[in-house]
């Protein structure tokens, strides 16, 4: 039997142990599965209480079964869900009872989604925005993808797609009149207006979206300076917890170190480097080199220097000063200064003294570089790429049709083609295996 018309099976829960797990179960086997675990039948989409055994009739686990025929569940198929309790010996006896029926497999990642995106059940974008929902570690991302997942780009781009066949159509029509004198001016023209409107429609999808898609990667800032100078110190408070070691001997940090915050809805990547200075220490050396690697990677460097020393830093992307251990200074207070040409702040990361300004600033850099205001509606760099692929052709065509209907259809076909691949419609098995394999496994 081929894998793609096998059941299949998967945890779609957490890890173990947990209070409740989700086994579910996908396919034309999901019925008999059920019956012959539950030793009855379930009433669809109503939950039953069972006791479920395996092949030797011993019981596996008192449960709530679910029971969706297809093509009324997630994946298209018949769907059956078991509700276990979430020890790791109930779900060995689970996956071993599963397991022993012929014609079930375990899932490969995405596999349910995937089995859902081919029953019609969501297109291409509705799918990754169920990855991003799923992966969304910020408030900001949870709502980003679940714009996605709703279909509000893949609606604007059936929508787009429709109207481009419709021109299309107009203009094919115009070019099998052509022999017949006047006809395709009454044609083209209103095809021409269509694609106009669509084009600018779409010029502002793609405008107005300016950094939506780095939501779903965060933004990365790289803690960087000399040795000993409270890197390691500064990562920790803003995480809040001791991620990195910090001591008095120069050159502790070997490693790059790295934690997710969230400012304000934002995802921040904040990364803890060695320090830089010329060492013999073949392992520090080692550090040194990438330290300057991700500092040079990130989209913003907090140049931590001393606050009694005058610092020296690498130009490059932007960089903050960071004056740290004024507690050591008697002078100016701490806090943010917007100097001339270059942000600079004084901290005392072993007090907190400063952080606060630091932080409001840093969540400020986020809000400009994720671009301010509800999220939009392009969440990754292939929707943006296809879409900017079909702003091209309609331009061309609409560039071309002077010169010949036939060009212009040809544009025209262009267009609804890489429409098309973004909704997942056409041409896509390249790109399927590439998405998908990023899923979990049972989703
Ligand atoms: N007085 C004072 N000491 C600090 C402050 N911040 C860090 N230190 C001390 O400075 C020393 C070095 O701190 P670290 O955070 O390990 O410095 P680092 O920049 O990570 O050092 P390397 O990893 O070796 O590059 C430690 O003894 C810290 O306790 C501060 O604000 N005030
Ligand atoms: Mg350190």
């Known amino acids: 039997m081929h894998p793609r018309d096998q059941t299949i099976f998967a945890l779609s829960s957490g890890r173990p142990p947990s209070a409740i797990a989700m086994v579910r179960v996908s396919g ?41 025929p297809g093509p009324a569940s997630a994946t298209g198929e018949d769907v059956a869900e078991f509700h276990v309790h979430g020890g790791r010996a109930v779900l060995a006896a689970m996956f071993a009872a599963l397991g022993s029926f012929e014609n079930l497999r375990p899932a490969e990642p995405g596999e349910f989604t995937r089995r859902g995106f081919e029953n ?25 993808a679940l714009r996605q997942l709703k279909g509000l780009l893949g609606d604007r781009v059936r929508n787009w797609r429709a109207q481009t066949i419709e021109a299309s159509a107009l203009i094919e029509a115009g070019i099998d009149f052509s022999d017949e004198g006047d006809v395709p001016g009454e044609l083209i023209v209103p095809a021409l207006a269509k694609i106009k409107t669509l084009l600018s429609e779409i010029e502002e999808v793609l405008a107005a979206e300016g950094q939506s898609e780095r939501l779903r990667d965060g933004l990365v800032v790289a803690i960087a300076g000399p040795p000993n100078v409270g890197k390691s110190t500064l990562i920790n408070q803003l995480a809040r917890r001791d991620v990195a070691i910090v001591s008095p001997h120069a050159g ?72 740290n251990k004024i507690d ?41 570089y994720f671009g ?46 890489s429409l098309g691949r973004l909704l997942g419609r056409v041409d896509v098995e390249d790109v399927l295996d590439v998405i998908f394999r990023e899923f979990c496994v049972g989703k």
Request: charged share 30%; net charge negative.
């Open 28 to 68: 034309a086997e999901a019925g008999a599965v059920l019956a012959a675990l539950a030793g009855k039948t379930a009433a669809p989409r109503t939950a039953t209480r069972v006791l479920l055994r395996g092949a030797d009739r011993q019981p596996i686990d008192d449960a709530v079964a679910l029971w969706f």
């Open 120 to 144: 019609g059940k969501l297109d291409l974008t509705e799918a990754e925005g169920l990855d991003d929902l799923i992966h969304a570690d910020t408030d900001r991302q949870r709502r980003q």
């Open 252 to 323: 502790t940090t070997r490693d790059v170190i790295e934690v997710q915050l969230d400012l304000d809805g934002y995802p921040v990547t904040v990364i803890d480097t060695a320090g830089i200075r010329e060492t013999d220490d073949p392992v520090e050396q080692e550090g040194v080199r990438r330290a300057r690697a991700r500092a040079a990677e990130a989209d913003l460097v907090l140049w931590l220097a001393d606050a009694a020393i005058e610092p020296t830093h690498d130009g490059g992307a932007p960089v903050w000063l960071v004056r």
């Open 372 to 417: 301010a205001g509800e999220a939009g509606l392009i969440g990754r760099a292939r929707q943006r790429k296809l879409l900017q692929e079909t702003a091209a052709s309609l331009r061309r065509s609409v560039d071309v049709v002077g010169k010949g209907e036939e060009l212009a259809a040809e544009e025209l076909r262009a267009a609804a083609h």
């Open 328 to 368: 050591l200074v008697v002078g100016r207070p701490a806090g943010g200064d917007e100097a001339p040409a270059r942000m600079e702040f004084r901290i005392s990361a072993r007090r907190g003294d400063g952080l606060p300004e630091l932080i409001s600033a840093l969540v400020g850099f986020a809000r400009d």
